[in-house]
C-alpha cells in the first residue's frame, strides 16, 4: 500500500467496514504493523460492534452502538455509544504503534458535532504515514474540508 491517507466510501450497507477489516488482515498478513479500529454488524443486538486492532493485533469485538441505551452509553441522536470505545481508541492512538491505522468510520458524530472519534483524528493523519478512513459517501467532502 502506497503511503498517504486513503478513503474507503460507499452507501450504508455497502461493504465499506468488510473491505477495511479484509484490507487490515492483508496487510497484517503482508508483516505491516497495523492499528486502529473497524466497526461490524451486530445483527442480533440491532446495532454495531467495534474490533480494535493495536500493533496488528485483533481484539475481539466489543459493544459500540446500540438503538437501546445500555450500561454506560452515551445517547446521540437515536442511537446508543459505548463511552468507553472512545477511550480505549485513545489509548490506541497515544501508543503510536505501527505503519498504517484504519478509522471505521467516521460520520456525522465527528465531522458535524466534532464528538466520538474526532478527537483524535488529526493526531493520526499527522502521526501516521499512511492511513486508510471509512467514512459514507455524503459524508467525504466535509471530512476533505477538515482534515486538509
Given at each position: 500500500m502506497k503511503k498517504g491517507h486513503h478513503i474507503i466510501t460507499g452507501k450504508i450497507g455497502s461493504g465499506k467496514s468488510s473491505c477495511a477489516l479484509s484490507l487490515a488482515k492483508r496487510l497484517v498478513k503482508q508483516g505491516k504493523k497495523v492499528s486502529g479500529w473497524i466497526s461490524?454488524?451486530?445483527m442480533e443486538e440491532k446495532g454495531y460492534d467495534i474490533i480494535f486492532i493495536r500493533s496488528s493485533r485483533f481484539s475481539r469485538p466489543?459493544?459500540?452502538i446500540r438503538e437501546a441505551k445500555f450500561s454506560g452509553s452515551l445517547k446521540w441522536r437515536r442511537f446508543w455509544f459505548s463511552g468507553d470505545i472512545f477511550r480505549q481508541a485513545g489509548l490506541i492512538v497515544s501508543a503510536k504503534k505501527g505503519d498504517i491505522f484504519i478509522i471505521d468510520e467516521v460520520g456525522p458524530l465527528e465531522l458535524e458535532y466534532h464528538k466520538?472519534?474526532?478527537?483524535?483524528l488529526a493526531r493520526i493523519y499527522k502521526t501516521y504515514p499512511t492511513t486508510v478512513t471509512v467514512v459514507r459517501r455524503g459524508c467525504i467532502k466535509e471530512l476533505m474540508s477538515e482534515v486538509s
Open positions: 461490524i454488524k451486530n466489543k459493544r459500540f466520538g472519534f474526532w478527537r483524535y
